[in-house]
């Protein structure tokens, strides 16, 4: 007398439930294969009803497009031509697919302080963002990881900086984003500033030198009203000449 021997039962039975993209949900039945094993059997372990075979070692059995899966339990068994082996119940998890898009990155394309602040987009499934920074078009380097949206810089020195950041979830990991630029232009150490202010009116005309300027940040001059006296006659016409020496980090005057 023959005796039906049926195949081992699968292990690593998993229900996968997948978001495709925003719209679209699927949840499929995953396994390892069996030694001996012909096809495979999967249930619908809430109805009893089986709900198909396959000779692979997957099996779709939720889809839907802008709802949610009824997310039923399910079972496998694996089956040769003479017998069938127990049903295995899948464990429902959570299955992501790399992120399929890059961020959209900004940033102030020229800085004069050292301070600013790079940003990024938000991208369908991602759990984290990783940003990366080449100073002078050097070697790239990470300079934030995480689940954030922007990163703060400060105290930056005169150079140029290149950033990139791609999006990343359990699935892997996206595209690099395309690249933006921060220039920065400190000028400091504006010295030796002298200006002379002279008016002329109708028969007259003298000379005034101003003790002092008040120098903007970046090198700019302004000559208090308080600085000039009053012309003689209502008629009259400023004049103004200044110099300065060149600052740290200038590139024109």
Not at 2 to 13: D, F, R
């Amino acid at each position: 007398m023959a005796i039906a021997i049926p195949p081992p039962a699968p292990t690593g039975v998993y229900a996968n439930d997948l978001r495709v993209n925003p719209k679209l949900e699927t949840l499929t039945v995953v396994w390892q294969a069996s030694a001996g094993a012909t096809y495979y059997e999967v249930k619908d372990a809430d109805t009893g009803s089986v709900v198909g075979s396959t000779t692979g070692t997957s099996k779709e059995v939720e889809s839907v497009y802008d709802g949610p899966l009824s997310m039923h339990s399910y079972a496998v068994r694996a089956c040769n031509p003479y017998a069938c082996s127990g049903w295995v119940s899948a464990v429902q998890r959570d299955v992501y697919n790399p992120p399929s898009t890059a961020p959209s990155l900004s940033a102030p394309s020229t800085n004069g302080t050292g301070g600013y602040t790079v940003s990024w987009g938000t991208v369908f499934q991602a759990a984290s963002y990783t940003l990366q920074e080449s100073v002078n078009g050097g070697a790239w380097s990470t300079v934030y990881s995480g689940g954030g949206t922007s990163r703060a810089f400060s105290g930056k020195a005169i150079a140029s900086y290149r950033y990139r950041v791609m999006a990343s979830n359990s699935g892997g990991h996206g595209p690099w984003s395309a690249t933006v630029t921060v220039t920065v232009a400190i000028v400091t150490n504006v010295t030796g500033v002298t200006a002379q202010v002279r008016w002329v009116s109708t028969g007259f005309s003298a000379i005034a030198s101003a003790p002092s300027l008040k120098a903007a940040p970046a090198g700019s001059t302004d000559v208090s009203p308080s600085m000039m006296p009053p012309p003689p006659e209502p008629t009259y016409a400023w004049f103004l000449t200044a110099s300065w020496e060149r600052g740290d980090g200038c590139d024109a005057v």
